[in-house]
């Protein structure tokens, strides 16, 4: 379950995503004067639609609207394998809610990025079985899905961790 703040970052950070990743480079290969800002108020709107999309029960919409945004955002002929340090922000977040992660099992302190929490809190959830060891190391991606959209309060580390 998110929250409206979760909304409110999560649109925040597509604006700027658009803003770096789309509009400044067309700024420059047009090289006009003429303003964007229809296209600007445009992608501000569908920013929106994509957060409540990524966000909402719609699990299938969601991967739909995560792997285009991938897509565009980062392209590129390799499967798309993110540091550690983009799954803790609010479109990394998002994603790992989505998507099925290439990997069928990432190492603990991705998985710890993934979730929000510690490395150590990543192994005291695998011992507590709260999280799937993979066979060949790591943690399974489709727990780690899993135990993110669980409802909230079933899912917060405790501050320990």
């Avoid at 970052?9 to 004067?33: G, K, M, N």
């Avoid at 792997?67 to 002929?77: C, E, K, Q, T």
């Amino acid at each position: 379950m998110t929250t409206t703040e979760d909304h409110v970052e999560l649109v925040a950070e597509l604006v700027r995503l658009l803003e770096t990743r789309i509009l400044d480079p067309l700024e420059i290969l047009l090289a006009s004067d003429e303003p964007l800002e229809p296209i600007r108020t445009r992608l501000r709107v569908e920013a929106e639609v994509w957060a409540a999309q990524l966000l909402g029960p719609d699990r299938e919409r969601a991967a739909l609207t995560a792997a285009r945004l991938i897509g565009v955002f980062f392209p590129g002929d390799a499967p798309f394998d993110p540091p550690a340090s983009w799954w803790r922000t609010a479109v990394g977040r998002a994603v790992a809610r989505s998507i099925v992660h290439p990997a069928p099992a990432v190492p603990y302190s991705k998985a710890g990025a993934m979730l929000g929490i510690t490395r150590q809190g990543v192994h005291d959830l695998v011992k507590r079985g709260k999280l799937d060891q993979h066979p060949d190391g790591g943690v399974t991606t489709s727990s780690i899905r899993e135990r993110l959209n669980r409802p909230r309060e079933n899912t917060r580390a405790r501050r320990d961790h």
